[in-house]
C-alpha cells in the first residue's frame, strides 16, 4: 500500500479509495459471501481498507479521479460516518445529528431539476439524464463551514460548468439562482422558523462556470445519503457551506444578483460572496482557525483557516480587484 508521510501521520493516497476500488471490494465481498466464505478474510489489504472507508449502504456511484486543478486536496479524509452523522441540513433540523436521523423520509426519485430563465434551451431534467450529462469524477474537497468546523470529503460528480454549456446562457445571465426542494411532508424542519422556504442560494455565472464548482451526486463512492443532499447538489469549496446548496429542483439563470436565504435572514453577517476567507471575520465571530471534524481529542489544535479555504490558486482572479471586507 503506498503511503504518504504529511506532517507525522501516515494516510493513504487519494488513488487508493477510489470508487473503483470501493465498488470492486463490494463486489469481492458479496461473491465470498455468497460462497460462505465471508468473515475468512479478504484477498487483499486494498479491498479491506476499501470496506473499511465506504460501509456499502448505498448504491455505487463510481467516478474517474479528476483532473481539475485543485480537485484532489492531499489531506486525510473525513470518516464515511462522520460525514454522513453530523450535517447542516434545516430542512430536517436544526442539531447536527438530526438530518441523519430524519432526512430517511427524503423521496429522491421520481427527481427533475428545471433550468430556466436567461437560456437559449430551457429544459426540465430527469435525474437519470442529469446522471449521465458528464463524465463521473471523484473530487476530494475541503468543505469549511461558516460555523468553524471543517470536513474533507471523496465527492462524486461533474463540473456544474457542463451542464451550463448544454443550456447555453444568454447574454442577458450575470447570475445563476439555486432552489432546493421544500416539501412539509417530507422534511420536518419546514415548520420551524429558522429560515424562509424554500432554500435558495446564488453565484456569478463566473463563478459557477468555475471548474471547481461541482455538481454533485455521490459520496465515497456511492450515491449521496440523503442527509448530505441526495440526489443532487451543489459543491463550492472555496466558499462557506451554506453556499453549497442541498437537493436542488431549480436553476435559474438571472440578470440581477440573487439573495441567498441566509444573506435574507442575517445580510450583516451573511454576504451574496461567502468565501472562505479567514482575514474577514464573522461580526460574532473569527474565521481565522478551523476545528477539523474527527481530529478532536483534548490537545488538538485548530488549523488555521486558509484564504478562499486553499483554492486561491483556482478562484482568487475571480475576485481581483474587489474589497472582500466590502463583498463578504
Ligand atoms: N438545502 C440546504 N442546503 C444546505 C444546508 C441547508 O440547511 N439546507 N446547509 C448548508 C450548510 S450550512 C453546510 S455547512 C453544508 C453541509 O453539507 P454536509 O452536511 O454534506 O457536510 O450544506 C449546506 N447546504
Ligand atoms: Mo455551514
Known amino acids: 500500500m503506498h503511503v504518504l508521510k504529511d506532517r507525522g501521520f501516515t494516510h493513504r493516497t487519494p488513488s487508493e479509495i477510489t470508487p473503483a476500488a470501493v465498488y470492486h471490494a463490494r463486489r469481492e465481498w458479496l461473491a465470498r459471501a455468497a460462497l460462505g466464505l465471508a468473515g475468512t478474510g479478504l484477498a487483499s489489504f486494498a479491498a479491506r481498507d476499501a470496506l473499511a472507508q465506504a460501509p456499502g449502504k448505498l448504491a455505487a456511484l463510481p467516478g474517474a479521479r479528476s483532473a481539475v486543478p485543485g480537485a484532489m486536496v492531499m489531506d486525510k479524509a473525513t470518516a464515511y460516518a462522520d460525514v454522513t452523522s ?3 441540513f434545516y430542512e430536517f433540523g436544526t442539531d ?3 438530518p441523519a436521523r430524519t ?7 421520481p427527481w427533475t431539476v428545471s433550468v430556466e430563465g436567461e437560456i437559449k ?16 469524477e471523484e473530487r476530494i474537497y475541503r468543505l469549511r463551514c461558516v460555523e468553524g468546523w471543517s ?25 445563476v439562482q439555486f432552489t432546493t426542494l421544500a416539501d412539509k411532508t417530507q422534511m420536518p424542519g419546514l415548520r420551524g422558523g429558522s429560515l424562509d422556504w424554500p432554500y435558495v442560494e446564488g453565484l456569478r455565472l463566473d463563478e459557477a462556470m468555475n471548474p471547481l464548482a461541482l455538481l454533485g451526486f455521490g459520496l465515497y463512492g456511492e450515491v449521496l445519503p440523503n442527509q448530505n443532499g441526495a440526489p443532487v447538489r451543489l459543491v463550492l469549496p472555496w466558499k462557506y457551506g451554506f453556499k453549497s446548496a442541498k437537493s436542488i429542483v431549480k436553476i435559474r439563470f438571472t440578470e440581477k444578483q440573487p439573495v441567498g436565504s441566509w444573506e435574507r435572514s442575517q445580510p450583516s453577517e451573511y454576504g451574496f460572496y461567502s468565501n472562505v476567507n ?12 478551523e476545528r477539523r471534524i474527527g481530529e478532536d481529542g483534548l490537545f488538538t489544535k485548530r488549523r488555521p483557516t486558509l484564504m478562499f479555504n486553499g483554492y486561491e490558486a483556482q478562484v482568487g482572479q475571480l475576485y481581483a480587484g474587489m474589497d472582500l471586507k466590502k463583498f463578504y
Open 86 to 88: 453530523y450535517n447542516n
Open 96 to 98: 447536527k445529528s438530526d
Open 103 to 109: 432526512a430517511g423520509s427524503l423521496k429522491t426519485r
Open 121 to 136: 434551451k430551457p429544459k426540465v431534467y430527469d435525474l437519470a439524464e442529469l446522471l449521465k450529462l458528464a463524465p463521473m
Open 151 to 175: 470536513m474533507v470529503v471523496p465527492w462524486v460528480g461533474y463540473s456544474l460548468a457542463e451542464l451550463i454549456r448544454q443550456v447555453e446562457p444568454t447574454g442577458n445571465a450575470k447570475f
Open 278 to 289: 479567514p482575514q474577514v471575520d464573522h461580526p460574532r465571530w473569527s474565521q481565522a482557525s
